[in-house]
């Protein structure tokens, strides 16, 4: 214990030596941790890769189908754009990737694009760029948990009707895991992880080297449900090409999440964090590559039944062998595991809104196992219902997913050029303190403004293309999604700067002295849970009065002659009910008692509680406090308080 005597004060500090004991929560989630041990959960390189990049390497099962999806409409002979796209999603990548790497320098606490946009924008583009990216992270979940079931389902039709119900108890096991910490649900999710890109690389390396050899062939008995709904086919259009070119960029989705998870990182944080990001962009970019020209090399079709990845796979390994099952199953593991991003994501850049009041304060404190439980919890949910409203459906998802993320891209590389053109304009050697980080001249600030504004202005167009392509098919939600939320908010901000303002002491003075205390108790009966309140009111005041509510003449007549033995000469007035009602008499006479009441005067109604040992007694006794509680709860100068008395 220290003791602090400053200015006629004395501060205790303790430290508590209570230590939480077993229960259900520490069997599942793992025994708690201490504060002291935050250091210890942070996270290295490779186990960084697994967490937070398994939702833009999962990408890669489903982008290359999506591209397909939008290009089937002018037939199969469109399906040779989805290479040169590729190309182009891999060259906007590296854009990103150049663009996230500054990010993470800058702002080594995190907070990605929110952080960005709040200090080179203002709050309001900053909570535009936050409720995109935590709606982005809740599609994550719900997309790629589909996604993965969608796998499992083309390997085993036989699961096909119960595909809500996998998903989401897969959403409920990842966040159990996420619940036991960073660095357990790492490493639990690392070695899966890279299963999926041994697996990977091993199904493109050998269709490549099929392809190079003249072996590859074309798969056999391709689905042609998608196929078969287009009896007029499209022309191809600079419209198709670009909706087709917006639908293959959800592989990009995930590419900021470790720039929002820079603290997850063990020290040099920036550098760790920074150096995972650009593997985790050489494998993306690579895989990415690989299927798109695979699949139009053997000649997939996109389809709901069977993914591209089943039909490249069974081709490149010659039927539904081990190997094939073992594609599928890393595949289908990745797409699951890759609401881990997520569940990495959004609790750590809720928590930093939820810092600047803008969402509840709770979501800024960490759980028993040092994570964010609330903002783990919260997105869990979400995303069930989700996945229940749309039955798990990726392509029903799909069109809802990747606008968030798109926006926030935009207003991260917006913000960033805007930072540089302010760094361009200090002197040499001048700093200025931001909110989120220290401005300095850089004198590469026109050449990084120019590669920031230009990443700004393509995925602005890819933003763009999205909302107005996928309009009709449900990205109209996320539209008016973004919106409702930024709105919510500043209703949230806009209360607890209310509620600061009432609580502050500046301007305040003295607190005024309390000249009269009324005590009021309602009584029910006289017996020895009325006597032990009439003791505990005794200590508060003088001024006691007992009210009682007669609704039958005998009963009170009873109560009159045991008031007159145990009433100790408190005042008693007794309320006549004709209409046999309780609580209304009751309350009529404090709201009585209320408006009389002087200035600096406080009234307290001490209310005798029975408090059961079994809990299934408590119904059968009246909860008189809660509900006056309810009714006089914004009363001012009114306190309620229960006082139990325990009974079998």
Avoid at 157 to 163: G, K, N, T
Avoid at 345 to 369: H, I
């Amino acid at each position: 214990m220290n003791i602090d005597d400053q200015n006629g004060t004395t501060v205790l500090h303790r430290t508590a030596e209570y230590k939480p004991g077993r229960s259900l929560s520490t069997w599942l989630i793992g025994r708690p941790l201490a504060t002291a041990d935050a250091q210890h959960e942070t996270i290295g390189k490779l186990v960084g890769l697994a967490v937070f990049s398994s939702d833009a390497l999962s990408s890669v099962a489903y982008a290359t189908q999506e591209i397909l999806y939008v290009l089937a409409a002018a037939g199969m002979g469109a399906f040779g754009v989805a290479v040169p796209l590729a190309f182009v999603i891999v060259g906007l990548l590296v854009i990103l990737t150049v663009s996230y790497v500054q990010i993470i320098y800058t702002y080594p606490n995190g907070g990605g694009a929110y952080i960005v946009a709040r200090d080179n924008f203002g709050d309001r583009p900053a909570l535009v760029a936050a409720a995109a990216l935590l709606t982005d992270y809740i599609l994550t979940v719900s997309v790629s948990i589909s996604s993965g079931v969608a796998q499992v389902v083309s390997a085993f039709p036989i699961l096909y009707d119960y595909r809500v119900e996998i998903a989401v108890g897969m959403v409920v096991l990842i966040m159990i895991v996420n619940l036991r910490g960073v660095r357990e649900s790492g490493m639990a999710f690392a070695i899966p992880s890279y299963f999926f890109l041994i697996m990977m690389f091993t199904m493109v390396g050998a269709g490549m080297f099929r392809y190079l050899f003249g072996s590859l062939g074309q798969v056999i008995a391709p689905p042609q449900d998608v196929m078969s709904q287009y009896n007029i086919l499209q022309p191809l259009t600079l419209l198709l090409i670009l909706r087709a070119f917006s639908s293959g960029t959800t592989a990009l989705t995930g590419v900021e999440a470790i720039s929002n998870g820079i603290t997850a990182f063990k020290e040099p944080r920036s550098r760790n964090a920074a150096l995972t990001l650009i593997w985790m962009s050489l494998i993306l970019g690579s895989l990415l590559l690989g299927v798109t020209f695979l699949a139009h090399q053997v000649g997939a079709l996109p389809s709901e039944g069977e993914t591209v990845i089943s039909q490249l796979g069974r081709t490149v390994f010659g039927g539904r062998g081990l190997t094939y099952i073992a594609v599928i199953a890393a595949t289908s593991i990745i797409l699951i595991l890759a609401a881990n991003t997520a569940y990495a994501g959004f609790p750590r850049l809720s928590a930093l809104v939820a810092f600047d009041s803008f969402l509840p304060r709770q979501m800024t404190y960490r759980g028993s196992r040092l994570v964010f439980s609330r903002g783990i919890m919260a997105l869990g949910f979400i995303a069930s219902v989700l996945i229940v409203i749309f039955q798990a459906s990726v392509n029903r998802l799909i069109p809802l997913y990747a606008i968030g993320v798109f926006l926030s891209f935009t207003l991260a590389q917006a913000g960033m050029a805007r930072r540089w053109w302010k760094s361009g304009h200090l002197k040499a050697g001048d700093t200025v303190k931001e909110k989120g980080s220290i401005l300095r001249f850089d004198q590469h600030w026109l050449i990084k403004m120019i590669v920031n504004g230009l990443g700004a202005l393509i995925t602005s167009v890819v933003t763009i293309i999205f909302a107005v392509s996928k309009f009709k098919d449900g990205a109209w939600i996320v539209v008016l999604l973004i919106p409702s939320l930024v709105f919510m908010f500043l209703s949230i901000y806009r209360h607890y700067r209310r509620l600061a303002k009432d609580l502050s002491l500046d301007h305040y003075g003295a607190s005024p002295r309390i000249f009269r205390h009324r005590v009021i108790i309602p009584i029910g009966g006289v017996h020895r849970g009325t006597l032990v309140a009439l003791r505990y009111a005794r200590t508060l005041s003088d001024d006691i009065t007992a009210v009682h509510v007669s609704i039958d003449p005998e009963d009170t007549a009873r109560l009159y002659k045991k008031w007159d033995m145990w009433g100790d000469g408190i005042r008693l007035v007794i309320l006549e009910s004709p209409y046999r009602l309780f609580i209304e008499p009751l309350l009529q006479y404090i709201e009585e008692i209320d408006r009389k009441r002087q200035p600096n005067e406080v009234i307290t109604i001490v209310v005798p509680q029975f408090v059961s040992r079994h809990w299934m007694s408590t119904f059968l006794h009246a909860r008189t406090a809660d509900t006056l509680r309810k009714v006089l709860l914004n009363r001012e100068e009114i306190v309620i308080t229960e006082v139990p008395y325990q009974v079998y």
